[in-house]
Structure formats: structure tokens, C-alpha cells
């Protein structure tokens, strides 16, 4: 044998367990993210505390079994391994089969390991289905590739705030969530604040979260959805109770009437291409989308009346405004003038937001009057915890 030849045998020989070092030190990278704003071990609320106080013994206990069963598979392999001088080399090693005191052993075993886990488990379902008598409801609605949340502030079955992507709460307050979908099925996620919670289309499912201190808290729809679910964001914003209650306040009203001309001209536009899928309480009753003759399959799109008011649209992957407060123009410009290709939605999917041929004054007009809803900029002007 060459030595070319051999050094290529070595090669071969080393490169799984190359590979196999490699595949470990990225896992460990991974773990390293000092950005994690999905981080499900940073709990900031009683119910993802709950779920923590569960999750750590059960991790201690799954670990301490694995060093076990994987300690007494290495002592079989050495010692029953075979040996050079072996009477017998295809021999098998004695069996254990019939054994009743082991075979019970090793069937009691993990039963008694598993009821306490079993029970925590339980009790920890129970307690994250409790609800305060003074808790905050919201509708939690799934759609292709968005999520719509509805306040139904006077109790009158009808929502009286609508908003997208932005789900606005008072810090220290139970918010009581009712969850379901327009569409398919999505899957609810704020991982600093609660697990995950199935949206059925036809089936509604109640959960709870709350925060502890006022901040920005990601989430992430978690069940395949279509082609844009990875674009299917959520956030949570958390104010102090006088500030969410201004909020409530403020998003009741019309949007304020346009102060300039290209304002104006926005509203027209805004009444002539968007307001078919799009609402806005700033605009009269009969420009305002007709369930009945709905050009969306999902029947429905983001209500924009207090649009500058939130930090995210289209689904929550752009951000309205730069970390300094300033308006991120540029992209909402970029967004009106082509959404399916800054969406990188597939040719021909009418789920999101079509191209409307807008020319470059228009967009300029649109821009104003979106960024006028909400003359006072978003609600939220501290950092996004990300």
C-alpha cells in the first residue's frame, strides 16, 4: 500500500467521528445565542414560571436515566464484547429472558420514576388553566400569514379594538385568551410568557398569559401553516396599567382627519385600492371592506386604522421603525411597491397582499397618510428584549 493510499484510509477512517465533533460543537454554538428573544428557559411571567418549575426536574431526571442506561450500555459492550481468544466467538452471552425478578425490576422501575411526573404534570395543567376574576380578554385569531387580535372592551359580543401583530396588555395582569383561526390550523407561542396553544379553525382554545414587568415579548406561530409560516410572527406588548389604559383609549377613536395634501390624496387612495381587504375606521361605513364580496381567501386582512402605532407589519418580519424611533420609510416603501416579492410569497398566492402598480407619487401619498393614524408613533418606544 502507498502511503498516499494509507494516509487516505486514515482520513476515511477519522472523518464520522470528524463529522460527529463537528455536528457537537455547532449544537453547543447554537446554545450560545447572547440574542434569544424566543428563549423558553427566560421565563418573565407566573404561567412560563410554572411550566419552568416543571420542566427543570423533569430535565434532571431524564438526565440522570440517560447517564444510567447509556453508563450500563457501555459496561455490556466492554464486557461482553468479543475477545481474540474466545472458545466460542458466534456464542452468545448468558440470557437473561425468563428472569422474573429482573423483568419486574425493570417494568416497576419506571413506573415509580414516571408517577411523580405523571402527577406534577397534571397539576401543572390545572394550574395553568386557573383565570382572575379581573384577567383581560382577548381574541387570538390565526390567518395566513398574520395574527388578529380583538377587544371587546364594552362586553357587547363585538370587538371594539382590532389590531395586527401587536398584541397590546397591562403589565401584572392575567390576560384571558381565547384562541382559534380563519383558515388552517396555527399554533399560538410566546415562549417568555406561556407554551404553545393550538388555533383550530371552527374550535376556539382558552389560554392565559401574562407579564411581569412592562416590555416586548416575541412570539412565533409553531405548526406548519403554508409557505410563509416562518414569516408568521407575533409580539406582545406589555404597558404599565395607565398606559394601557390611554391605549385602549386612543385606538378607540377614527384616525385623525389628514393636515396636508398628500395626506388627503393618501386617504383617497387608501379608499379606492386598499380599503376592499383592508379596514379603517377612519374612513366612512361604505368604504369599508364587504364580508360578503372579499377578494382574500382568508376573507380578511390587517385592520390599519391606528397602523403607526404599532413597531411590525406584514406579519410582523418588518419593523416600522428604526431603534432610534425614526420611521424605516425605505422599507415601507419597498413593502407598497412589490409586497409578494419583499414576502417572497409564490407566484400567483392571493393570501397576502397583491402588487397594486402603485406609482412612485402614490406610494409617497399612501406612506404619509398610513404614518399620520397615529400621529404619537408607537406605543411601545423602549427596547424589543431582542
Known sequence: MSLRSADTTARSRRSPWFVLGLAGLVLVLAGCASNAPLDT????????RTIMDLVLPVFLVAAVVFVLVE????????????????????GLPP???????????????????????????????????ERDADAVPVEV???????????????????????????????????????TSNDVVHSFWIPRLNGKRDAVPGRTHTWSIE????????????????????????????????????????????????????????RDLFAQLCSSCHRNAGLPEDAQPSEDDHPLVAGVAPDLTHFAS?????????????????VNRGQLEAWLRNPPAEKAMAPGDNRGMPNLGLTEPQIDDLVDYLLSTSPDGPVWTGPRND
Open 310 to 326: 404599532r413597531r411590525a407589519y406584514a406579519g410582523g418580519i418588518f419593523e416600522l421603525y428604526n431603534d432610534d424611533m425614526t
Open 41 to 48: 428557559f427566560a421565563p418573565e411571567g407566573p404561567e412560563a
Open 211 to 266: 407579564a411581569d414587568e412592562p416590555g416586548y415579548y416575541w412570539g412565533q406561530c409553531t405548526e406548519f401553516c403554508g409557505l410563509s409560516h416562518a414569516e408568521m410572527r407575533m409580539r406582545v406588548v406589555a404597558l404599565p396599567p395607565d398606559q394601557y389604559d390611554e391605549w385602549v383609549q386612543s385606538q378607540m377613536q377614527p384616525a385623525p382627519e389628514p393636515q396636508t395634501a398628500s395626506e388627503a390624496r393618501g
Open 71 to 90: 453508563g450500563a450500555i457501555v459496561v455490556i459492550m466492554w464486557k461482553f464484547r468479543q475477545r481474540k481468544n474466545d472458545d466460542d466467538p458466534d
Open 141 to 179: 385569531v390565526g390567518n395566513q400569514w398574520w395574527w388578529q387580535f380583538n377587544y371587546d372592551i364594552d362586553e357587547d359580543g363585538e370587538p371594539d379594538i382590532v389590531t395586527a401583530t401587536e398584541m397590546v396588555v397591562p403589565a401584572g395582569r392575567q390576560i384571558d385568551l381565547s384562541i
Open 95 to 129: 440470557q437473561v429472558h425468563g428472569n422474573t425478578r429482573l423483568e419486574v425490576g425493570w417494568t416497576v422501575l419506571p413506573a415509580v420514576i414516571l408517577a411523580p411526573i405523571a402527577v406534577l404534570t397534571v397539576l401543572t395543567i390545572f394550574d395553568l388553566e
